[in-house]
């Protein structure tokens, strides 16, 4: 990107400050990022306070902040471009060209960067979880990621400046922690530990008097002792966050046990938030938990009767090696909550809303209904109301990119792909690049969303050198592969993200996707409305649409008068039916649905004075998903450019 940024030895971590009552405060995810880095003893960043007030300092906070961190103060307006254009947390990289995002972006991020410097820190990389998967999905498609990173912490945000509010009205999303904790473990090959735990079971019972068994009722009453449910799962948990590996048990199960069906197993009982193991989520919901709890045991009406398991969880939490000194440089003063155990009042219906996991499992289920049936009733239905797929005339069919010229680091076969597919995709790229060409204008900025390693970025940014080019992508791999073909090329007016949709806050002129998969087409096309930016979407994945947080389907008036939600969705489901390999008329019946699909969310758009097109890429072969969602907002409506102009545009 142009502009003043610095190299310096140290990636930056910029992390916010904030006011409450004229008094500076730390925001969560700025306590969750510093402790996280207390944990992890991570020394690779240089750490900014972001302050939003001139003259602000960090004096009154010294206390939370951990002193072998290297902090520095900084005003907002004095953040480097790309950072300025994101959600806080961010990490900006050496280069100042790529930043990273969002509170899970970022503290992946510093594990992956403490794990460079000392890859013998099995106990950071456990943080990860299974696969390094721990809250990798990001938050519009996952809802234990949207629950840990955005859920939790908002609730808890909203809670702390507004605590006398109804203290025994316990927010839904701590609630549904509640609940997810007392759910039984599902763990990758948790059969042998299910065995053991049988196992167990049944040597303790034979050792107990028959007058004993009078004791199981106390313990299965809700409680906020740790040792209520401590067994082999603790055992196990603990073992793993060992600095010296503990072995496990060599003793086989008897022959009894291991003819046990597997569905006859006892139930792994939650030690940490994801399972057995501590976890990245377990470090995000730490801090939250800690000041949720210290603001309710000021309350005289305190409801903590209501979270045994949440209670249990943040007393084993304190038990992992490191968490109470992390916590202590932070200045979380951790302890056992004290919970009065006479006189607990029984749960209420009040005490136990529905939780926002149901909610949104109940909206699954509508959305996973099988569809029973063809399109065909769906599109007469449609047609009947005066409502058919139309596509416009593509303004330049012939266009293309003069590719024999280019240098070797813009053709897609640098993404290792075969010719046949590096052909089309070219001609996918000639159909985008048009279009945005004919939108974007001297000094304004073009987004590339879900940008993978940059094919349309990468081509876009060597096309329009006048022009500004951002690069947002989830998958930290892809971005790396995008920096280094620019790097090669010695492209200076491009710049990248790591981030969800919802983290880039900046401004730009124009929105361009290829091949967005599913709801991310909409997410897109939300995103350039809310900023006033013309759009080019290609759209994937129509199979995958379905009522989400933010979207509800039909989009448009006329599709919501004619159409339920199940008759769109038959339409989604037969979009998909577009693949070379299937007989002609399916494949148009496929195009059809596609079309009808793409006019709703044109028509959609439309309602906020945006001027759209669904036109079809060519050649029409170019790919199956040959679709083209071209929109221009209500101030730069105006005619086409023919396809001399665009040749004009490009070589000059």
Same mark, same amino acid.
């Given at each position: =990107?142009?502009?003043?940024?610095?190299?310096?030895?140290?990636?930056?971590?910029?992390?916010?400050?904030?006011?409450?009552?004229?008094?500076?405060?730390? &925001?969560?995810?700025?306590?969750?990022?510093?402790?996280?880095?207390?944990?992890?003893?991570? *020394?690779?960043?240089?750490?900014?306070?972001?302050?939003?007030? $001139?003259?602000?300092?960090?004096?009154?906070?010294?206390?939370?902040?951990?002193?072998?961190?290297?902090? #520095?103060?900084?005003?907002?307006?004095?953040?480097?471009?790309?950072?300025?254009?994101?959600?806080?947390?961010?990490?900006?990289?050496?280069?100042?060209?790529?930043?990273?995002?969002?509170?899970?972006?970022?503290?992946?991020?510093?594990?992956?960067?403490?794990?460079?410097?000392?890859?013998?820190? /099995?106990d950071v990389l456990a943080l990860l979880g299974f696969k390094k998967t721990c809250l990798k999905a990001c938050a519009e498609v996952s809802k234990w990621t949207r629950l840990c990173e955005i859920g939790i912490p908002s609730a808890v945000e909203e809670h702390l400046k507004n605590p006398s509010n109804q203290p025994q009205q316990l927010p839904l999303s701590i609630l549904t922690l509640e609940r997810r904790l007392a759910e039984p473990v599902k763990v990758h090959n948790d059969d042998k530990i299910r065995r053991q735990k049988l196992q167990e079971q049944r040597q303790n019972e034979s050792k107990e008097p028959p007058e004993g068994q009078g004791n199981r009722d106390s313990e299965s009453a809700p409680g906020p002792s740790p040792q209520a449910c401590d067994g082999l799962e603790l055992r196990a948990a603990l073992a793993k966050l060992s600095v010296d590996s503990v072995p496990s048990s060599t003793t086989r199960e008897n022959s009894e046990i291991?003819?046990?069906?597997?569905?006859?197993?006892? $139930?792994?009982?939650?030690?940490?938030?994801?399972?057995?193991?501590?976890?990245?989520?377990?470090?995000?919901?730490? &801090?939250?938990?800690?000041?949720?709890?210290? #603001? +309710?045991?000021?309350?005289?009406?305190?409801?903590?009767?209501?979270?045994?398991?949440?209670?249990?969880?943040?007393?084993?939490?304190?038990?992992?090696?490191?968490?109470?000194?992390?916590?202590?440089?932070?200045? =979380?003063?951790? #302890?056992?909550?004290?919970?009065?155990? #006479?006189?607990? $009042?029984? $749960?209420?219906?009040?005490?136990?809303?529905?939780?926002? +996991?149901?909610?949104?499992?109940?909206?699954? =289920?509508?959305?996973?209904?099988?569809?029973?049936?063809?399109?065909?009733?769906?599109?007469?239905?449609?047609?009947? /109301?005066?409502?058919?797929?139309?596509?416009?005339?593509? &303004?330049?069919p012939a266009w293309t990119l003069p590719w024999d010229t280019l240098p070797a680091a813009i053709n897609p076969t640098e993404g290792k792909m075969s010719n046949i597919r590096a052909v089309r995709k070219r001609q996918q790229l000639n159909n985008l690049v048009a279009m945005v060409t004919e939108l974007a204008r001297p000094g304004q900025t073009v987004v590339d969303f879900c940008s993978g390693t940059g094919h349309v970025g990468i081509v876009l940014a060597h096309t329009l050198p006048d022009c500004q080019v951002l690069l947002i992508e989830n998958k930290e791999e892809s971005l790396v592969r995008a920096q280094s073909r620019c790097a090669e090329l010695g492209l200076t007016n491009i710049g990248f993200i790591q981030a969800n949709l919802d983290y880039f806050t900046g401004p730009f002129q124009v929105g361009v996707a290829l091949h967005a998969c599913g709801v991310a087409t909409d997410m897109v096309t939300e995103h350039c409305i809310q900023a006033g930016a013309a759009f080019v979407i290609s759209p994937c994945c129509y199979g995958f649409i379905q009522n989400a947080i933010k979207f509800s389907f039909p989009k448009s008036k006329r599709f919501q008068e004619t159409l339920t939600y199940k008759e769109h969705m038959i339409l989604c489901r037969?979009?998909?039916?577009?693949?070379?390999?299937?007989?002609?008329?399916?494949? +148009?019946?496929? *195009?059809?649905?596609?079309?009808?699909?793409?006019?709703?969310?044109?028509?959609?758009?439309?309602?906020?004075?945006?001027?759209?097109?669904?036109?079809?890429?060519? &050649?029409?072969?170019?790919?199956? *998903?040959?679709?083209?969602?071209?929109?221009?907002?209500?101030?730069?409506?105006?005619?086409?450019?023919?396809?001399?102009?665009?040749?004009?545009?490009?070589?000059?």
């Open positions: =990107m142009k502009g003043k940024e610095e190299k310096h030895q140290h990636p930056s971590l910029y992390l916010e400050v904030c006011f409450q009552n004229e008094e500076l405060r730390l &925001p969560l995810h700025t306590s969750i990022a510093l402790f996280l880095l207390s944990y992890c003893e991570c *020394k690779s960043f240089k750490v900014f306070l972001v302050f939003t007030k $001139p003259a602000s300092s960090s004096q009154s906070l010294q206390s939370q902040l951990p002193e072998s961190l290297d902090v #520095s103060d900084i005003q907002l307006e004095d953040l480097p471009q790309l950072v300025r254009g994101c959600r806080l947390p961010a990490v900006l990289d050496e280069t100042g060209r790529l930043c990273r995002a969002g509170l899970a972006v970022v503290l992946r991020h510093i594990i992956n960067k403490t794990l460079e410097a000392d890859p013998s820190r /099995n291991r003819k046990v069906k597997t569905t006859e197993l006892p $139930p792994l009982e939650h030690v940490f938030a994801e399972g057995l193991y501590f976890t990245l989520t377990d470090v995000v919901l730490l &801090p939250c938990i800690y000041q949720y709890l210290c #603001s +309710l045991q000021a309350s005289p009406l305190s409801s903590l009767h209501q979270l045994p398991h949440l209670l249990r969880w943040y007393s084993r939490v304190q038990e992992v090696p490191g968490v109470l000194r992390a916590a202590k440089a932070c200045g =979380m003063a951790l #302890s056992a909550p004290q919970v009065p155990t #006479s006189s607990i $009042p029984g $749960p209420t219906a009040e005490d136990n809303p529905t939780s926002l +996991l149901e909610q949104e499992e109940g909206q699954e =289920m509508t959305s996973q209904l099988p569809f029973v049936g063809g399109p065909r009733p769906t599109m007469t239905k449609l047609k009947e /109301n005066g409502i058919e797929a139309v596509f416009a005339p593509h &303004p330049c037969f979009a998909d039916q577009t693949a070379v390999q299937l007989p002609p008329e399916r494949r +148009l019946i496929g *195009k059809h649905c596609m079309g009808l699909v793409d006019l709703d969310r044109s028509w959609a758009a439309e309602t906020h004075g945006y001027s759209v097109r669904v036109m079809t890429m060519e &050649p029409e072969s170019c790919s199956p *998903k040959n679709n083209m969602l071209v929109g221009r907002p209500p101030r730069t409506s105006g005619p086409d450019v023919d396809a001399g102009q665009l040749e004009e545009a490009v070589h000059n």
